[in-house]
């Protein structure tokens, strides 16, 4: 008996497995993207009340993903509904809420709304909701956080220089007379290391300037740019004082820096702004001076921005009612918001939690913490277009060069983002009018590549073998078998996709079968596309200066580190750790190294050699990169150290014995015999240098203007920020076809200067 039972126990535990499996099918999982999970306290609350969604709704589980807080941010859930991978609920910025509504990518909450009882609107900032509407009035989603941008001040820096604190209705002039009073040279080293104010740089940051000067960056109907009017050109001017012609700004405050201890922080400014509340989060740490807010410094009229990340479900929802539950229980629930507000994420859309004593924390900075709610009035958001992230990128370049860099008049800047903003729109308009390519187009242009490959095999796979072989040949085939279905699922199939989509226009928010036809015009609107010939010579040059320097250093290297010891054992791994380090680690480090006032300039400046900006001047941001490379040589040093190992060393020897010097040993002996080896480094460096794209995401993420805006760094955006995939695309296929002629000319050319053991190629 004791037998029967143990041998009925394992078909027990699949009993049980299966009913498992069957209760886990029925689970109704939420997949819900919020924001980083750094921010302690919040994921840890949004945990709790998680956990009582799932009780309060039976057969649910949340699965809480991060939406991740670095560059890119907001390109991570395109990606995710371009692959229709499910997500239930996320967070995305208001600015491009047009576009997934654009291209149907976002559940039409109305009815949801309208069939909630509890549902009150007059609880929300009205600002926040209506935002939040298309034409029809249909709701979309809830906030998350909002801010309107204000004007931060040191106020211990202006008591100590005798200067009053500006008053609630100030103006540009007062402001900039403050600025005047405050700039100075505190050590004496013939360097400003005080200012009048950190002034942020990003278009949501300018906007407000060019509006209190009474311009506008539309027209009414979205259509034409009124970036070439005189206010905009009064407001760039006003700026462009400010930071060069009298240096009382500062520009260490980009978009990039925003995470990083600025001049404010340091208490070397007296303002900081136009930003948002966010920063309150930051300056929580500060003990050093009393700070405090005002709103920004009118002109013809009071005017500021708006910044707002807001809670949406996407098309790929799988339950939808569940995500409308949890957006109005959980993420859009009193604790939550109460709870972003409190850490100084910022402000909640829900009244009550905006006004509640844990948001406000009385004794704690801002004591003006009214102004936030008295400049709603006056706030607006930039332009709610599908298209918009589009015109701000190709505006920003043109921002830099007059704020940043300041070599570009104010007027010529106003009037090629007039130029190029208007070329796009009408782009756009040209857009709607093409024709939609019929279903199936793409399935059938992978079919085809597949018989085509599958033909090309039979062609050119010589008569069949005898009878012995042909076990032979079906057993290479079953191996080789999987092999072909990685070759074509991984490589060929995605090279057919693409090469389709680069004659067509399509956005990754919408499905694949959405396509419209576009012929040629991809491929021509490359040659008049100035970010693309930027962004081309930025690669050719990176490339032309990193791909020899590398392979030189790599080289010398190796020579150095040929001996067997333990001391260049040591050095050896220290000389290639950094070839397996992230790159995103690497340009996170480097970013450090190459701040102005960072450990390279302060070696280059005890020999006197001046402070380069390194990603702040467009000459010195792709030498930058340069350096960079050249300290991730260890793949190319190993190498060569491998080719080093194989040489013949009665070569060297019987140099030695006729009488050569190191120099002439190196050149006539061990350079030809290496030449097979620099050859494929030089071929893997040059594919490797046109691939470029982790650091100056995380670094410059293109700036300044365009200068350090690669190749792929192009393609990525174009395809997942601007959701123009078919214009990515045709970039892709040119950048192959670029590198395939490089490389070819690079193969044809060591006929004449590769040499191999068994034969000098090309005599």
């Known amino acids: ?164 604190r500006p008053a609630r209705e100030w103006s540009w002039e007062e402001f900039h007379a403050i600025c005047r009073q405050v700039t100075a040279d505190t050590d004496g080293d013939g360097r400003t290391d005080r200012f009048g104010v950190s002034l942020t740089q990003w278009l949501q940051a300018l906007a407000p300037w060019i509006w209190q000067a009474g311009g506008e960056l539309l027209d009414r109907s979205g259509r034409v740019s009124r970036w070439n009017e005189p206010p905009v050109v009064e407001a760039l001017t006003f700026l462009h004082t400010l930071l060069h012609e009298e240096g009382v700004a500062s520009d260490d405050a980009t978009f990039e820096n925003q995470q990083r201890r600025g001049l404010f922080q340091s208490g070397r400014t007296a303002f900081y702004g136009p930003v948002g509340y966010w920063e309150r989060f930051r300056l929580r740490a500060v003990r050093e001076f009393e700070w405090d807010v005002l709103p920004l410094p009118r002109h013809r009229r009071a005017a500021t921005a708006v910044a707002m990340s807001v809670y949406v479900v996407p098309r790929t929802a799988r339950h939808p009612e569940l995500a409308y539950a949890f957006l109005r229980e959980v993420l859009g629930g009193l604790p939550y918001q109460t709870r972003m507000g409190a850490i100084g994420n910022g402000l909640p859309g829900l009244i009550e939690a905006a006004h509640s004593a844990a948001v406000r924390n009385p004794g704690v900075p801002p004591a003006s913490f009214d102004v936030f709610f008295e400049v709603l009035g006056e706030a607006r958001f930039l332009p709610t277009l599908a298209n918009w992230r589009k015109i701000e990128s190709l505006c920003q370049a043109e921002l830099e060069g007059v704020l940043l860099s300041g070599d570009v008049a104010p007027e010529e800047a106003a009037r090629r983002m007039a130029e190029k903003t208007d070329a796009y729109l009408d782009l756009e308009r040209r857009r709607e009018a093409r024709p939609r390519l019929p279903g199936g187009v793409m399935s059938a242009a992978v079919a085809l590549a597949l018989l085509f490959a599958v033909g090309l095999y039979l062609t050119r796979r010589g008569p069949p073998p005898a009878r012995a072989g042909r076990a032979e040949e079906r057993a290479a085939g079953a191996f080789l078998s999987l092999w072909a279905v990685g070759f074509f699922a991984f490589l060929l199939g995605p090279a057919v996709v693409t090469l389709v989509l680069s004659f067509c226009e399509w956005s990754p928010l919408r499905p694949l079968s959405d396509m419209a036809y576009a012929g040629f015009d991809n491929y021509t609107r490359l040659w008049g596309d100035g970010t693309f010939h930027t962004s081309l010579v930025a690669t050719t040059l990176y490339a032309l200066l990193s791909v020899p320097l590398t392979l030189a250093l790599a080289l010398a290297l190796a020579l150095l580190l040929r001996a067997t010891s333990s001391l260049s054992s040591a050095v050896r791994t220290a000389v290639y750790l950094p070839a397996i380090l992230s790159p995103v680690i690497v340009a996170a480090l480097w970013h450090v190294l190459l701040d102005d006032d960072g450990l390279i300039n302060d070696l280059l400046a005890l020999i006197g050699a001046g402070r380069p900006r390194w990603l702040e001047d467009p000459s010195w941001v792709v030498p930058a990169f340069v350096l960079m490379a050249l300290w991730s040589v260890g793949t190319q040093m190993l190498v060569f150290l491998a080719g080093l190992s194989g040489l013949d060393p009665t070569l060297e020897e019987a140099a030695r014995i006729d009488g050569a010097g190191p120099w002439r040993r190196f050149v006539h002996v061990i350079l030809p015999q290496l030449t097979p080896v620099i050859l494929f480094n030089g071929i893997t460096g040059l594919i490797a240098a046109f691939q470029i794209f982790a650091q100056p995401y995380v670094m410059t993420q293109g700036g300044p203007g365009d200068s350090s805006r690669f190749l792929v760094l192009y393609l990525y955006e174009s395809a997942f920020r601007h959701l123009e995939m078919g214009y990515a695309s045709a970039i892709a296929w040119v950048l192959f076809l670029l590198l395939a002629i490089l490389s070819f000319a690079l193969l044809r050319s060591s006929r004449r200067w590769v040499h191999y053991a068994s034969r000098s190629v090309g005599r």
């Open 1 to 164: 008996m004791k037998t029967l039972a143990r041998a009925r126990a394992p078909w027990k535990v699949i009993w049980l497995g299966i009913l498992a499996a069957l209760a886990s099918a029925q689970e109704r999982v939420l997949h819900v993207m919020v924001e980083d999970p750094l921010l302690a306290e919040s994921w840890e609350l949004l945990g709790t009340l998680s956990r009582e969604f799932e009780a309060r709704h039976g057969g649910v589980r949340v699965d809480l993903l991060s939406l991740g807080g670095a560059a890119g941010t907001m390109d991570r859930v395109k990606l995710l509904l371009a692959g229709d991978v499910p997500l239930d609920l996320t967070r995305i910025d208001i600015t491009e809420l047009a576009a997934y509504r654009e291209a149907n990518a976002l559940v039409d909450l109305e009815p949801y709304f309208e069939g909630d009882s509890d549902w009150d609107p007059l609880e929300w900032f009205p600002i926040c909701l209506d935002a939040l509407r298309d034409e029809r009035g249909h709701l979309y989603g809830l906030p998350q956080t909002f801010t309107p941008y204000v004007m931060y001040v040191n106020l211990t820096l202006l008591d100590s220089l005798g200067i009053e």
